[in-house]
Structures are given as structure tokens and as C-alpha cells.
């Protein structure tokens, strides 16, 4: 994976590593605790917030994002660590959403905008907008989300972002299996490429894994059936992307299982190179071995290489 990272960097310039940026923020120790990238970590001990002096309305927060589809903007808004945090400091109600094209471009120009209500509530929301294409034929561009309107906070004036997803399109990517806990040649990773639930993977339930991968694809999650009766089944599933974990329960129903992928980025899609997937629990069964019958992986944007 590390050899590909030059590769992609040269051939792939609407991939987005560089993360957030923003109008301003507040100054903190340490000095990125109040940064662009603190609505991005996964950690609601740290969010995007603004100086004490700012007058909130016309702040922004902007996210590189590949060509591709804006569908969603998940949210968790205000600084979030406690619902006294939350209640303290003033949270976003209203964002306008501007899309920028193009990442070839020195003047980036608004190719679209929609505006987003966010309800009052100290959890992740996803909240459905309309959907902003993204880029032109080769490039991406970046979402530029700014703030309109706020929650008056309690105690302090500097309004906040915990944590900011914008969740793009999804559609079927081509991936490879790299390795696999499987003992039983009979019963390949393979089989479960097949479209067929007859045929199945399985695996000694302790210590159940397998990696994929999907070169030129952004990866945002995978969708998987669980085997034959008899067989123990899927019951958390832990996955690594980018040394960003996702942890999942799974419950024992029929059909189609989606787990999503972590991306480092600030948009779904943003996981690249080898993922690495960890059974960590089974409902067991009268067989000894954990069994999945089909796979199937999703991207949000294809670069190539």
C-alpha cells in the first residue's frame, strides 16, 4: 500500500488528502484542537469553533471532495464532549453549502448550492439534501458548508462543529481479495463474489478476518449476506481503513448486511488501499465455522490508476 501512495498522488489530483480548511478558528492548546480538521477525527472532545470575537454568520468550514455526488451532509453540531459543552456554546441551525469546481482550477467558482436545516440535537444527524454534483470530467472540487444562522449558546459566544461528513453516491466497485482467515478450500473468499448463496466463504470463527482492496476506487462501505444455517454467523464486525477503525454489530436477519467504511477525509469515499476486516463476535451455530455467502463492495468516486 505505501509503494501505491506516490502512484495515486501523480495520477489522482481530485483526491482529497488535505482534508479541512476554514475561515478561522479559535486558538487552543494544543494548536489543533479548534481546527478545520477537529470536525473531521471521529472525536467529540474536539470541533471546529471560531474565536469569541466572531460574529458566527459567515463563517465557513470547507471539505476537498473527489468528482462524484453530494447526497448527504451528516452532522453532529456544537461542541459536543458533554451536553453541557453543547448547551454552552452556540451551534450551527442553518449552513448554505456551496460547491466549488474545479481542484484544477486556481478560481475556484460556485457550480452549485443548497442550504441545510440542522435540528437542535446533541447527536450525529443526517440530514438528506439536494443532490451537488461535484467536478468536471477529470477533477473534483471541494464543499464549502457556511454557517447562516445559530443557536444562541449559554454561556459563550463561538459557535461549533463537532463533527462534519458530507456522504456522497454511492455505486458498485470492482474489488480483490487480498488474504483471508479460510481454511477450507472447498468454501473460498472467492465463493462469495459469485451472486450465488449457495456457494460460501467460512473460517474458524476465532480470529475470523479477510482483506480487501479495490485499486482507483473510493471506498465507503461493503454489504455482505451471512451463510447457510447451521453456520455461526456475523454478530460485530470491526473494520480498518486508512488506521481508522469502524466497529459494527450485526444482527441475525436475512439478506443484505452494510457496514460502512472509515475515511480520514471528511466525505464517504475517502478510504483507499488495503481494508482490513475483523469478525470479533458470532452467533454460533451447530457448525464451529462463521460463514458469508455473498460480498459486495461500494465506492463514491473513481480516479484510476
Avoid at 489530483?13 to 475561515?23: D, E, I, K, L, N
Avoid at 454534483?133 to 447562516?148: P, S, T
Avoid at 473460517?203 to 455482505?224: H, K, R, Y
Avoid at 463476535?281 to 461500494?298: L, N, Q, W
Wanted: glycine share 8%; aromatic share 10%.
Amino acid at each position: 500500500m505505501k509503494n501505491k501512495l506516490p502512484l495515486l498522488l501523480l495520477l489522482c489530483p481530485a483526491v482529497a488528502f488535505a482534508g479541512a480548511s476554514a475561515s478561522t478558528f479559535k486558538k487552543g492548546k494544543p494548536s489543533n484542537q479548534w481546527a478545520a480538521n477537529a470536525a473531521i477525527d471521529g472525536k467529540t472532545e474536539t470541533a471546529w469553533m471560531v474565536p469569541g470575537e466572531s460574529a458566527n454568520r459567515g463563517e465557513w468550514i470547507m471539505i476537498d471532495v473527489p468528482k462524484g455526488t453530494i447526497d448527504k451532509i451528516r452532522i453532529l453540531p456544537g461542541y459536543a464532549k458533554s451536553d453541557e459543552t453543547y448547551t454552552d456554546y452556540a451551534r450551527v441551525k442553518k449552513l448554505k453549502v456551496d460547491v466549488l469546481c474545479c481542484a484544477d482550477s486556481t478560481s475556484m467558482e460556485t457550480q452549485s448550492t443548497t442550504n441545510v436545516d440542522v435540528p437542535d440535537k446533541n447527536e450525529m444527524m443526517e440530514i438528506d439534501i439536494d443532490d451537488l454534483e461535484v467536478g468536471n470530467d477529470m477533477f473534483g472540487g471541494k464543499a464549502k458548508i457556511w454557517v447562516v444562522d445559530i443557536y444562541e449558546g449559554q454561556d459563550y459566544p463561538s459557535v461549533a462543529i463537532s463533527e462534519i461528513l458530507v456522504v456522497m453516491k454511492e455505486f458498485d466497485a470492482a474489488a480483490t481479495f487480498v488474504s483471508d482467515s479460510g481454511d477450507d478450500p472447498a468454501h473460498m473468499i472467492m465463493e462469495t463474489r459469485d451472486e450465488s448463496t449457495r456457494t460460501f466463504w467460512t473460517s474458524p470463527s476465532e480470529g475470523a478476518t479477510f482483506t480487501f482492496e479495490a485499486d482507483g476506487f473510493g471506498l465507503s462501505s461493503f454489504e455482505f449476506q451471512h451463510g447457510p444455517a447451521g453456520y455461526a454467523k456475523v454478530k460485530k464486525i470491526k473494520v480498518i481503513a486508512n488506521d481508522v477503525e469502524n466497529i459494527v454489530d450485526v444482527d441475525e436477519k436475512a439478506g443484505w448486511h452494510t457496514v460502512e467504511i472509515p475515511g480520514p477525509y471528511g466525505y464517504t469515499g475517502s478510504a483507499w488501499g488495503e481494508i482490513v476486516v475483523e469478525i470479533l463476535e458470532v452467533t454460533p451455530g451447530t457448525k464451529p465455522e462463521v460463514a458469508i455467502s455473498e460480498f459486495r463492495a461500494k465506492a463514491t468516486n473513481f480516479e484510476g490508476i
